[in-house]
């Protein structure tokens, strides 16, 4: 809506955020949590609590919240409109409808069913393409795989990373994903083929991959560098160094 600001001080558990209202100058009670993105433009704030209850907050309800029941701890959430799409550590990732306040769908990778609480196979990232008709997700399984929406079939699966990617990446045209992981690589795939098209070798685990410069680059931060490469020959372009203080 353009009329609230976030302020947020502290971390942790001692992290405190308000909703600050710019047109009446009125400041929301304190909330404990952590911001994370936004949903149909208003600030969302996710506050994960040890009783097992996710927080959803929004200026229109800055007083309460949504709950979002989970057996695990926030590992990554994603928007569109008025779903959200959260993955947490107990293998599974919810399509959660905020205006109902229920789960419309739950999926997860491979036989998470069978796999232990903070076990194998937790989603560690999720993504919705432009359109909001495909989900994309990384697994501990080492898989990343593409899902349609809001069916939640799985319609792709990539092979070739050697340990657990960490996030993944729509291009903008929807043809091609970038992935990141902890085997010091990222990987760009090919969407029709589910091939990878340039593998990325790096020093250190890759934290992030996207892409960049309408999709003619791709950039990685790896340790303390972040790494620009050529999208069209995979080749490193420039690396940024920034030493540890």
Same mark, same amino acid.
């Given at each position: 809506?353009?009329?609230?600001?976030? &302020?947020?001080?502290?971390?942790?558990?001692?992290?405190?955020?308000? *909703?600050?209202? +710019?047109?009446?100058?009125?400041?929301?009670?304190?909330?404990?949590?952590?911001? *994370?993105?936004?949903?149909?433009?208003?600030?969302?704030?996710?506050? @994960?609590?040890?009783? %097992?209850?996710?927080?959803?907050?929004?200026?229109?309800? #800055?007083?309460? %919240?949504? %709950?979002?029941?989970?057996?695990?701890?926030?590992?990554?959430?994603?928007?569109?409109?008025?779903?959200?799409? /959260?993955?947490?550590?107990?293998?599974?990732? =919810?399509?959660?409808? +905020?205006?109902?306040?229920?789960?419309?769908?739950?999926?997860?990778?491979?036989?998470?069913?069978?796999?232990?609480?903070?076990?194998?196979?937790?989603? =560690?990232?999720?993504?919705?393409?432009?359109?909001?008709? /495909?989900? &994309?997700?990384?697994?501990?399984?080492?898989?990343?795989?593409?899902?349609?929406?809001? @069916?939640?079939?799985?319609?792709?699966?990539?092979?070739?990373?050697?340990?657990? #990617?960490?996030?993944?990446?729509?291009?903008?045209?929807?043809?091609?994903?970038?992935?990141?992981?902890?085997?010091?690589?990222?990987? *760009?795939?090919?969407?029709?083929?589910?091939?990878? /098209?340039? /593998?990325? =070798?790096?020093?250190?685990?890759?934290? *992030?991959? @996207?892409?960049?410069?309408?999709?003619?680059?791709?950039?990685?931060?790896?340790?303390?560098?972040?790494?620009?490469?050529?999208?069209?020959?995979?080749?490193?372009?420039?690396?940024?160094?920034? &030493?540890?203080?």
């Amino acid at each position: 809506t353009g009329t609230h600001v976030i &302020a947020k001080s502290g971390s942790g558990s001692q992290s405190e955020i308000r *909703l600050l209202n +710019i047109n009446e100058g009125s400041i929301g009670d304190v909330i404990r949590g952590q911001y *994370l993105g936004k949903a149909d433009g208003e600030p969302i704030i996710i506050e @994960e609590f040890n009783s %097992g209850r996710i927080y959803i907050y929004s200026p229109s309800s #800055p007083s309460g %919240g949504i %709950g979002v029941p989970t057996q695990g701890s926030l590992i990554d959430i994603d928007f569109k409109g008025d779903k959200a799409l /959260i993955s947490t550590t107990e293998g599974l990732t =919810r399509l959660w409808n +905020i205006g109902t306040d229920e789960t419309s769908k739950v999926f997860g990778h491979s036989d998470y069913t069978k796999s232990p609480f903070h076990g194998k196979y937790m989603i =560690r990232d999720v993504q919705m393409n432009i359109d909001g008709n /495909i989900v &994309a997700t990384v697994g501990d399984d080492n898989l990343v795989k593409l899902w349609s929406y809001p @069916e939640f079939s799985e319609i792709g699966t990539f092979i070739g990373h050697q340990d657990e #990617p960490h996030t993944v990446r729509f291009s903008s045209d929807e043809k091609y994903i970038v992935s990141s992981s902890y085997d010091k690589t990222n990987i *760009l795939w090919e969407v029709k083929t589910q091939r990878p /098209i340039h /593998i990325m =070798r790096h020093e250190e685990s890759v934290g *992030l991959a @996207e892409f960049i410069n309408n999709d003619k680059n791709i950039m990685t931060i790896s340790g303390h560098d972040v790494i620009i490469w050529s999208s069209h020959s995979g080749k490193q372009i420039r690396t940024m160094h920034f &030493a540890s203080t």
